[in-house]
């Protein structure tokens, strides 16, 4: 531990997508990039930890305010690291990648959320799609490696055999899907539960077609453990917003919607080092076990299935499901 590190680069997009659960540009105190300096001192302090992997999000990592900056950090520790991006700044971020990255940079994930312009546009915002399809097209021939992350919804449940077919076509290595946060703003995307499955057997399905892709689902399905241990409970994932906070889970930072962003907060990495940041980590999750298990005894968990990623969301106040 810590086996993965998302780092939170920079709170700014130039995308507002519909269905993103951020609150982009807006984190109480306006925008923020994180302090390279910061960065340098933590991965140094990773080390011992033996960390396999960076994982640098955002908003969009490439309008960080020194990219340049950032990637050197990144190559000067005896680590790998990827980015997400939405593609659309690629044609000027690649040449910093084409110029700087070494092997230790093991590619980029591209948000793609439909296999046509239309349905990928109505969530991410006009002319993005054809913008995305640039970024693959200047990745391969400049040897980059690439994957495509689809968020799934209601918006493209029907399209998601074709995306596997592009990301097949167009050379990508990967293809990731997400299950989509909800906040108040998405409900109208967000999947029934049989639509979850229905995407599940399709997934399984694009997996057995493609057998060159890397197909996956990440954590925020339904499962019938109501103590499952994801990466942040088992601390084999960290994350660390823009701001230098080590946060619970990458994906409770900077929340849409909540009515407080500080309750997952654990320690400022501004201030301690790692090492006690880690600590404070461990007490918090021991205390979020405590009350868990107190849940599940006490008999709130209404079915044998349930999705983990809800309950820490009520728990932490970022959205209360009616589900829960």
Not at 70 to 94: C, I, P
Not at 278 to 286: A, E, F, G, P, V
Request: contains cysteine; glycine residues 8%; hydrophobic residues 40%.
């Amino acid at each position: 531990m810590p086996e993965i590190i998302v780092v939170e680069a920079t709170n700014r997009c130039n995308l507002n997508c519909k269905h993103c659960h951020k609150n982009i540009n807006d984190m109480g105190g306006g925008t923020a990039d994180i302090d390279l300096f910061l960065l340098d001192r933590v991965l140094g302090e990773t080390e011992r930890y033996n960390t396999r992997i960076v994982m640098v999000t955002g908003g969009e990592p490439t309008l960080h305010s020194d990219w340049e900056g950032l990637v050197a950090v990144l190559e000067k520790h005896d680590v790998d690291y990827v980015f997400t991006s939405n593609g659309t700044t690629f044609r000027e971020a690649h040449k910093v990648l084409v110029r700087g990255a070494t092997d230790r940079f093991k590619g980029i994930m591209f948000s793609l959320d439909g296999a046509k312009a239309e349905t990928n546009d109505a969530i991410r915002g006009e002319g993005t799609f054809d913008k995305v399809m640039g970024a693959f097209k200047l990745a391969r021939m400049h040897g980059i490696p690439f994957g495509i992350q689809t968020v799934l919804g209601s918006y493209n449940l029907e399209e998601l055999a074709e995306i596997g077919e592009l990301a097949e076509n167009e050379g990508a290595g990967e293809l990731s899907f997400l299950v989509m946060k909800p906040t108040l703003e998405n409900l109208e995307y967000k999947l029934s539960p049989m639509q979850a499955d229905e995407a599940e057997q399709k997934i399984k399905a694009i997996n057995e077609e493609h057998r060159r892709l890397k197909v996956g689902l990440t954590t925020g399905n339904k499962t019938p453990y109501p103590l499952f241990v994801c990466r942040s409970l088992a601390m084999t994932m960290i994350g660390i917003d823009s701001s230098g906070l080590l946060r619970f889970c990458p994906d409770l930072a900077n929340y849409r919607g909540a009515v407080s962003d500080d309750s997952d907060i654990v320690v400022d990495l501004n201030t301690k080092p790692l090492q006690i940041a880690l600590k404070d980590l461990s007490n918090k999750i021991n205390l979020f076990w405590h009350k868990k298990i107190d849940w599940v005894m006490e008999g709130i968990v209404s079915s044998t299935e349930y999705d983990p990623c809800l309950y820490c969301l009520s728990h932490f106040g970022k959205y209360e499901s009616p589900e829960m």
